[in-house]
């Protein structure tokens, strides 16, 4: 493992990372990131749809031969459970105000629905991260997608305050994962690919 991560997107390393949709908005941006290619004749929308196309999670897990526990994608916005994936049901998806079954989660999957955001369809980012802590360790899963959102939602609301502070929290929670996983790879058990 890596001592330090990477960053795609940092132009001052050079390191640029283009969206090619027309439609510069999430759907459309997340399927092109989950696919690999734009579809802006078909992906025009934020409707809460199935994705229409395989995504890297659904050929990662076809390739690997791997059960619906073994690839996990936990997000915010509810929007991602039908983004994630191409077949419903083909992975362990947990996104928005869900629920999520687990004796570790019982409680956190309750609080969720009792501290509601401003936005009805994006949970906290606290709820997401460790609710996908508790799946990441529990089921160890090869594949892991993670999304929060509370940056996105903060800054169209024009609130840069609560945008930065999202941001330091998503920097920790991003090393918290990074430090997880690298845990996980030093076990004998067969590590995720976060």
């Known amino acids: 493992m890596r001592e330090s991560g990477s960053i795609f997107g940092n132009r001052s390393q050079s390191s640029n990372?283009?969206?090619?949709?027309?439609?510069?908005?999430s759907y459309p941006g997340y399927s092109e990131i989950l696919t690999g290619e734009a579809h802006d004749d078909v992906i025009d929308s934020n409707e809460n749809?199935?994705?229409?196309?395989p995504t890297v999670l659904d050929f990662l897990r076809d390739r690997?031969?791997?059960t619906a526990d073994k690839v996990g994608a936990f997000a915010s916005w509810d929007t991602m459970r039908w983004i994630a994936t191409h077949q419903k049901g083909s992975i362990t998806a947990n996104a928005g105000y869900e629920p999520y079954s687990h004796p570790e989660a019982e409680?956190?999957?309750?609080?969720?629905?009792?501290?509601?955001?401003?936005?009805?369809?994006?949970?906290?980012?606290f709820y997401t991260f460790e609710?996908?802590?508790?799946?990441?360790?529990?089921?160890?899963?090869?594949?892991f997608f993670l999304?929060?959102?509370?940056?996105?939602?903060?800054?169209?609301e024009g609130n840069y305050g609560r945008t930065l502070e999202a941001l330091l929290q998503s920097d920790d929670r991003m090393r918290q994962l990074w430090t997880t996983c690298g845990k996980l790879l030093s076990t004998k058990a067969r590590p995720p690919l976060c």
């Open 49 to 53: 749809r199935q994705n229409p196309f």
């Open 107 to 125: 409680q956190l999957s309750r609080l969720q629905f009792e501290t509601m955001t401003p936005w009805a369809s994006v949970r906290h980012d």
């Open 17 to 25: 990372v283009l969206i090619s949709n027309r439609h510069r908005f």
């Open 64 to 66: 690997l031969s791997l």
């Open 131 to 143: 609710l996908a802590m508790i799946y990441l360790k529990s089921h160890r899963p090869r594949i």
């Open 147 to 156: 999304s929060l959102g509370e940056t996105d939602d903060w800054a169209h």
